[in-house]
Antibody, heavy 118, light 114 residues
Framework: EVQLVESGGGLVQPGGSLRLSCAAS????????MHWVRQAPGKGLVWVSR????????TYADSVKGRFTFSRDSAKNTLYLQMNGLRAEDTAVYYC???????????WGQGTLVTVSS | EIVLTQSPGSLSLSPGETATLSCRAS????????????LAWYKQKPGQAPRLLIY???IRATGIPDRFSGSGSGTDFTLTISRLEPEDFAVYYC??????????FGQGTRLDIK
């Protein structure tokens, strides 16, 4: 069974850092492209970042470029989102998600809440 | 950047009725490696992660009943939900995954019970 379990969310002050983790099971990360998608409270879905199946290519939304870094540990089958320079507008539930062969997203984690506030 | 605009913003219908949701792209949505439009639809209930319903504009994801159908190409896409059931009342998002940035979502359509 495919499962994605995020962790690492919490309350952080503006300008601070946080690292989110996403533990994958039921499949191998090296076979799939993966995404981070976020959702501010009461708002819609916003794409954040993508990593290729070989882990060599990452792309980012303009709003997080230069502040967020998407990486993975193949041995642990785990993804990471390092978030630096956090702003109030980064407050959201962060989902990791698996890309379907079509390019859409077929599996989502349950999400982890990041709150940026003083 | 491809901007997706969903309409209506909200819709109130009764169980058994048919819902028609629209998604319009600011420019043509490209085709995926599968040869179909790079447009997907998701359903999200409160407190839950989104669930894939349709990909390739018209292909139902695994386990999705045939009450859900997608259509369209280019810039105009539609999700139709027939014979609405209580569990269908949720927020629906369209998504394009063939442009730049790689992925964008519409703002969502809320489907409420009348």
């Amino acid at each position: 069974e495919v499962q994605l379990v995020e962790s690492g969310g919490g309350l952080v002050q503006p300008g601070g850092s946080l690292r989110l983790s996403c533990a994958a099971s039921g499949f191998t990360l090296s076979s799939y492209w993966m995404h981070w998608v976020r959702q501010a409270p009461g708002k819609g879905l916003v794409w954040v970042s993508r990593i290729s199946n070989d882990g060599n290519s990452m792309t980012y939304a303009d709003s997080v470029k230069g502040r967020f870094t998407f990486s993975r540990d193949s041995a642990k089958n785990t993804l990471y989102l390092q978030m630096n320079g956090l702003r109030a507008e980064d407050t959201a539930v962060y989902y990791c998600a698996r890309a379907h062969i079509s390019g859409s997203v077929d599996y989502w984690g349950q999400g982890t809440l990041v709150t940026v506030s003083s | 950047e491809i901007v997706l605009t969903q309409s209506p913003g909200s819709l109130s219908l009764s169980p058994g009725e048919t819902a028609t949701l629209s998604c319009r792209a600011s420019q043509s949505v490209g085709s995926s490696s599968l040869g179909s439009s790079s447009l997907a639809w998701y359903k999200q209930k409160p407190g839950q992660a989104p669930r894939l319903l349709i990909y390739g504009a018209a292909i139902r994801a695994t386990g999705i009943p045939d009450r859900f159908s997608g259509s369209g190409s280019g810039t105009d896409f539609t999700l139709t939900i027939s014979r609405l059931e209580p569990e269908d009342f949720a927020v629906y998002y369209c998504q394009q995954y063939g442009g730049s940035p790689e992925v964008t979502f519409g703002q969502g359509t809320r489907l409420d019970i009348k």
